[in-house]
């Protein structure tokens, strides 16, 4: 499934594979342009007046090669009028008055800018690839004689799934039997695996991280929350491809108007005056609202400040997309892996009377050594840091619920504070959990003798980043599938007010369109629940080259770091580049205002008018480069 490119002109084709330049046809044909139109002038300036005219008229047909089909084909298919149509014209007009050369510096000026914008713009969107990668072909289905494995799409709901440890939950459905801790991460966003039993939820796209359940189906195998990010993702994608680039919205009356402008002041001017001389004059107008620095004014500008970009870590997919970007006045954060680190770490250790914090981590370490529990991997890691190591014998995991095994002819056991009695530990369980902290219980002997406090922490400068937000006028909301009490304490660390949390991805899209239609509205997440949401904002920002792959592809911009205070910087770069956009278009804009009467009234001929319009090319070339410059 090919997705169109968001921006891209309708008189191009999007979606096909962006290759390599030299294999593209319409840069080969702008570059061949480009050097027959200055072989000519050197054969011009050199008096080989014969070559000078094949090179021109060469380099007119290889770049107006470029353009001037889509023209047509956009006006006689959907009757579109385009800065192409307009520029096949004036290419035309040039030569009716015996300027050839004119009409190639026209067809090359325009074939190379719409090279260089669409080299930025036409980038095509597969990222649903990775998100029907989640989606198991086959499913293991309990029947009369024993599990039988079918095809997911035969999938009905009351179908009885035998879902085995590591496997992923094929569509949705509720836990019959067993326990066990699911990765949600695909569904939620949430780092730490959800523990679950009989009459639980099971989304689909969750995997088994221990043990045998069966889940009783509760959609069909092909209608199912997995396959619903898919479709918001492709919706999403599809809605944004069929915005039009800037530079087209202001010449769709533009050009209109200056054909039927031309063809008054010819005919007119034929009726009461000498129609050679009018005829001639009409041309000239045509030549005179030639846009060829409006044509330019965005690509160049567009192009230099994306260059400028990707050297201080900002991938930026799409010339619209960059557009967009600079016009941003809220953002939307993600909170795992966006504001955290998606890395979770102790970050307290309450002890009973008689037993020490270094006991407790040693002995929670050893059982948790052999889990693949990521609230293992920050208590080993801080166990290992800070204790001697122990050894544990008989280790056995209770799926959903924890560890036990044997520590110094003790029954040590590590889990839940839901699996055991937590004794007097129970006020101190409930002001971590009041703080937005995940408690892990060790019990000795069944005696609760300590709990570890785990969280997912704030990254470095991500209360700075929203600070310098604020200050720029850029409204800030956090959108997490995590509970409620702890999104709003790590909410509260990082500056946030506005927090909406338990949210599921069509949830997280759902509150960014509400978002986008009060201000236009930029979404930051890194993981494929994130998807849908990033895929609906005006522009949706990937967090980190090592987020999941849906969540680059369904962005229109990458971070290659994970540094949060990049965000500010990308936001300022972006509407310094816009604004630099914006002289250019109000400079072409002009240029062309004041040609068109000069032009009418005969007092400019061609030659005055092919001067001005080149230097009113340099000008926007020179300014729009100025968006190449970055600021620390």
């Not at 709003?488 to 509400?514: F, N, W």
């Amino acid at each position: 499934m090919t997705i169109p490119s968001p921006g891209a002109s309708d008189e191009h084709d999007a979606g096909e594979d962006e290759g390599p330049w030299w294999r593209d046809r319409e840069v080969l044909l702008s570059l061949a342009s480009t050097a027959l139109f200055l072989i000519g002038l050197v054969c011009q300036l050199t008096g080989a007046r014969t070559p000078a005219l094949v090179a021109f008229w060469a380099g007119l047909i290889a770049g107006a090669s470029t353009f001037v089909p889509g023209a047509l084909k956009a006006l006689i298919t959907r009757r579109k009028l385009g800065i192409g149509l307009l520029m096949t014209i004036s290419a035309v007009g040039a030569v009716l008055l015996g300027q050839v050369e004119e009409a190639a510096a026209l067809a090359f000026l325009y074939s190379i800018s719409e090279a260089l914008e669409d080299r930025a713009m036409d980038r095509a969107r597969s990222g649903l690839s990775s998100l029907m990668r989640l989606v198991p072909e086959t499913a293991l289905v309990q029947r009369r004689d024993g599990p039988v494995e079918i095809p997911v799409e035969d999938l009905q709901p009351g179908d009885i799934l035998v879902v085995r440890a590591g496997d992923r939950i094929a569509t949705d459905g509720v836990i019959a039997t067993g326990r066990t801790s699911l990765d949600v991460s695909a569904i939620t966003g949430e780092s730490i695996p959800v523990a679950v039993g009989p009459g639980d939820d099971a989304p689909a796209g969750a995997v088994n991280a221990s043990g045998v359940i069966e889940v009783r189906a509760t959609a069909p195998g092909t209608d199912n929350s997995l396959t619903t990010i898919v479709s918001l993702v492709e919706q999403a994608q599809a809605d944004k491809g069929r915005c039009a680039r800037l530079a087209d919205r202001i010449a769709k009356p533009l050009v209109p108007g200056v054909l039927i402008l031309a063809v008054v002041v010819g005919a007119l001017g034929s009726i009461f005056g000498d129609s050679g001389v009018w005829i001639t004059r009409s041309l000239v107008v045509l030549v005179a609202a030639s846009p060829c620095a409006l044509a330019i004014a965005v690509p160049v500008t567009v192009v230099s400040a994306i260059g400028a970009a990707s050297r201080f870590g900002v991938v930026i997919t799409s010339g619209a997309a960059f557009e967009r970007f600079g016009g941003i006045r809220h953002v939307a954060l993600d909170k795992t892996g966006t504001l955290t680190h998606n890395r979770p770490e102790v970050v307290d250790v309450v002890t009973a009377d008689g037993f020490s914090t270094d006991q407790v981590l040693a002995w929670a370490g050893a059982l948790e050594r052999t889990s693949s529990h990521p609230l293992a991997a920050a208590i080993t890691r801080t166990a290992d840091a800070h204790t001697r190591p122990v050894t544990a014998r008989g280790v056995v995991e209770t799926p959903g619920c924890g560890v036990s095994g044997q520590i110094e002819k003790a029954t040590v056991m590590v889990g839940s504070p839901r699996w055991h009695d937590a004794g007097g530990l129970a006020v101190d369980i409930a002001l971590m959990e009041s703080k937005g902290i995940t408690s892990v219980v060790v019990w000795r002997d069944s005696s609760a003798v300590g709990a570890i406090g785990v969280r997912d922490e704030l990254r470095t400068g991500a209360a700075e980043a929203v600070s310098a937000l604020k200050t720029a006028g850029i409204g800030v909301t956090m959108l997490t599938g995590d509970n409620p009490r702890a999104a709003r304490v790590l909410a509260g660390q990082a500056g946030i007010s506005d927090v909406r949390a338990g949210l599921r991805p069509e949830e997280k899209s759902e509150a960014v369109t509400e978002l986008c239609s009060a201000a236009p509205t930029a979404m930051i997440g890194d993981g494929i629940n994130d998807a849908p949401a990033l895929a609906a904002a005006d522009v949706g920002i990937a967090m980190g080259i090592g987020g999941s792959d849906a969540a680059i592809e369904s962005a229109d911009i990458a971070f290659t770091g994970q540094d949060l205070r990049l965000l500010p910087r990308a936001f300022a770069h972006a509407r310094r580049a816009r604004r630099i956009m914006n002289q250019n278009l109000v400079l072409a804009i002009l240029i062309i205002a004041a040609l068109l009467p000069l032009a009418v009234t005969g007092v400019l001929g061609l030659a005055q008018v092919v001067l001005i319009h080149e230097g009113a090319e340099v000008l926007v070339i020179l300014n729009g480069m100025r968006a190449a410059r970055t600021r620390a």
